[in-house]
């Protein structure tokens, strides 16, 4: 398909609005993906749009302005209008090239992101982007240290730290609840569909290997941010994956063999000392409140933490069990637990991290989930497939640009 290019014009300049506003011009590549579309486009740029922008310390105001960016002319084209959109293009190095456009954001599949990437860089674009960054550690590296030889500012999405119940966690946490942590146990995944007599809810690139698929390589740079961010991190991974169904069909209904992963069985030894230990499925039917839950054990009290849900249980509540395994147990443990309450709304944590990202644009400070952080990511998910290969723990140095 050639190119095709749809832009308003520049509008004029209205000086008597600069100090009160600033738009900001987003381009914004593969908004046609699942994730794209209804995370970054939908419930983040548009609603910051729609809310009349940021407010920044002062007073003023940060807007924003999409450029749909993408393969599809006429989907592109559909989806600003529906959106009441005035820009699209299937350009992207015309789109670089335009000043107006001052923030990259990436939502590719994999395998074409850091190729892309590298153009936003050379063409002095701030970069905002979803992880994994790249295919391999070292291109991540490269893409962090080309970044910041530019003095370029960047983002990667760490989405799951602004759930309200991780962020109900890190409450219980700055606040001291759990004394010493000793372990962190979590449980994510649900049953993927093989295709053939329901269709599948994901993409089937997600199962091949060759396409960049893998639940490992999806899964492992969320955990990688979670624990640094929360416990600490994560100095050593050994992990077990594999491809429990192998048989699945595409989005033309066509037979497929499984290449890549559809669970991988993670134990991970944080800096200070505990462990983490967290399954990942595709391939598991859900018999727990939400589809994440992380249970964290401390030598002062204990939580359960999902999307939304946190319950806590302190030392001076804990049972006393007895294992008998002749007479039936009636306790009800359920009820030793305390829900946390909200104390606060909690807004859609793509957007929440879009905003803070717009704020530390603007004003220039500094933005720790960078590309370097996106990169431990690539670097825990590398390693994870690695010890699955070799059958044994990789050891994890602290990741630096030097």
Same mark, same amino acid.
């Given at each position: 398909?050639?190119?095709?290019?749809?832009?308003?014009? +520049?509008?004029?300049?209205?000086?008597?609005?600069?100090?009160?506003?600033?738009?900001?011009?987003?381009?914004?590549?593969?908004?046609?993906?699942?994730?794209?579309?209804? !995370?970054?486009l939908v419930r983040s740029i548009l609603a910051?749009?729609?809310?009349?922008?940021?407010?920044?310390?002062?007073?003023?105001?940060?807007?924003?302005?999409?450029?749909?960016?993408?393969?599809?002319?006429?989907?592109?084209? @559909?989806?600003? /209008?529906?959106?009441?959109?005035?820009?699209?293009?299937?350009?992207?190095?015309?789109?670089?090239?335009?000043?107006?456009?001052?923030? %990259?954001?990436?939502?590719?599949?994999?395998?074409?992101?850091?190729?892309?990437?590298?153009?936003?860089?050379?063409?002095?674009?701030?970069? %905002?982007?979803?992880?994994?960054?790249?295919?391999?550690?070292?291109?991540?590296? @490269?893409?962090?240290?080309?970044?910041?030889?530019?003095?370029?500012?960047?983002?990667?999405?760490?989405?799951?730290?602004?759930?309200?119940?991780?962020?109900?966690?890190?409450?219980?946490?700055?606040?001291?609840?759990?004394?010493?942590?000793?372990?962190?146990?979590? @449980?994510?995944?649900?049953?993927?569909?093989?295709?053939?007599? !329901?269709?599948?809810?994901?993409?089937?690139?997600?199962?091949?290997?060759e396409d960049g698929g893998g639940i490992i390589?999806?899964?492992?740079?969320?955990?990688? %941010?979670?624990? @640094?961010?929360?416990?600490?991190?994560?100095?050593?991974?050994?992990? !077990?994956?594999?491809?429990?169904?192998?048989?699945?069909?595409?989005?033309?209904?066509?037979?497929?063999? /499984?290449?890549?992963?559809?669970?991988?069985?993670?134990?991970?030894?944080?800096?200070?000392? +505990?462990? +983490?230990?967290?399954?990942?499925?595709?391939?598991?039917?859900?018999?727990?409140?939400?589809?994440?839950?992380?249970?964290?054990?401390?030598?002062?009290?204990?939580?359960?933490?999902?999307?939304?849900?946190?319950?806590?249980?302190?030392?001076? +509540?804990?049972?006393?069990?007895?294992?008998?395994?002749?007479?039936?147990?009636?306790?009800?443990?359920?009820?030793?637990?305390?829900?946390?309450?909200?104390?606060?709304?909690?807004?859609?944590?793509?957007?929440? !991290?879009?905003?803070?990202?717009?704020?530390?644009?603007?004003?220039?400070?500094? %933005?720790?989930?960078?590309?370097?952080?996106?990169?431990?990511?690539?670097?825990?998910?590398?390693?994870?497939?690695?010890?699955?290969?070799?059958?044994?723990?990789?050891?994890?140095?602290?990741?630096?640009?030097?």
């Amino acid at each position: 398909m050639s190119e095709t290019t749809t832009l308003a014009a +520049a509008p004029a300049e209205t000086s008597a609005a600069r100090p009160h506003a600033r738009e900001i011009g987003i381009i914004m590549n593969g908004v046609s993906g699942r994730m794209g579309y209804r !995370q970054h486009l939908v419930r983040s740029i548009l609603a910051i749009r729609d809310q009349g922008g940021v407010e920044l310390p002062d007073g003023t105001r940060v807007t924003v302005k999409p450029l749909l960016v993408g393969r599809n002319a006429v989907k592109l084209a @559909e989806l600003a /209008a529906a959106h009441g959109i005035e820009d699209c293009t299937t350009d992207l190095d015309a789109a670089l090239a335009d000043p107006r456009w001052e923030i %990259y954001a990436d939502f590719l599949v994999t395998k074409a992101r850091a190729a892309a990437i590298r153009k936003a860089i050379a063409a002095g674009k701030a970069i %905002y982007t979803e992880k994994p960054t790249a295919e391999s550690v070292d291109e991540a590296l @490269e893409l962090a240290r080309l970044a910041g030889a530019a003095g370029i500012k960047t983002g990667v999405v760490h989405d799951k730290l602004y759930l309200p119940g991780l962020q109900k966690l890190r409450r219980l946490i700055d606040s001291g609840f759990f004394g010493r942590v000793l372990s962190i146990r979590g @449980e994510f995944g649900y049953w993927v569909f093989e295709g053939d007599w !329901q269709p599948a809810q994901r993409p089937s690139w997600n199962y091949r290997a060759e396409d960049g698929g893998g639940i490992i390589s999806d899964m492992f740079p969320h955990w990688n %941010y979670v624990l @640094e961010n929360l416990f600490g991190p994560v100095r050593s991974v050994y992990a !077990q994956a594999a491809v429990h169904v192998a048989d699945r069909w595409d989005e033309n209904g066509d037979h497929y063999t /499984a290449t890549a992963e559809d669970a991988a069985y993670g134990i991970f030894e944080l800096e200070g000392g +505990a462990i +983490a230990e967290i399954n990942s499925s595709w391939t598991v039917r859900v018999n727990r409140d939400e589809l994440v839950e992380f249970q964290v054990d401390g030598t002062h009290g204990s939580a359960v933490v999902g999307l939304f849900g946190a319950k806590i249980q302190h030392r001076n +509540a804990t049972p006393k069990p007895v294992w008998n395994p002749d007479l039936a147990d009636t306790h009800d443990y359920g009820a030793d637990w305390a829900e946390v309450p909200a104390n606060d709304v909690f807004q859609n944590g793509f957007k929440q !991290q879009w905003e803070d990202f717009l704020v530390s644009y603007v004003l220039g400070t500094p %933005y720790e989930f960078d590309l370097l952080a996106g990169a431990r990511g690539v670097r825990l998910a590398e390693a994870g497939l690695r010890s699955s290969r070799e059958g044994r723990r990789i050891e994890l140095p602290a990741l630096t640009l030097e």
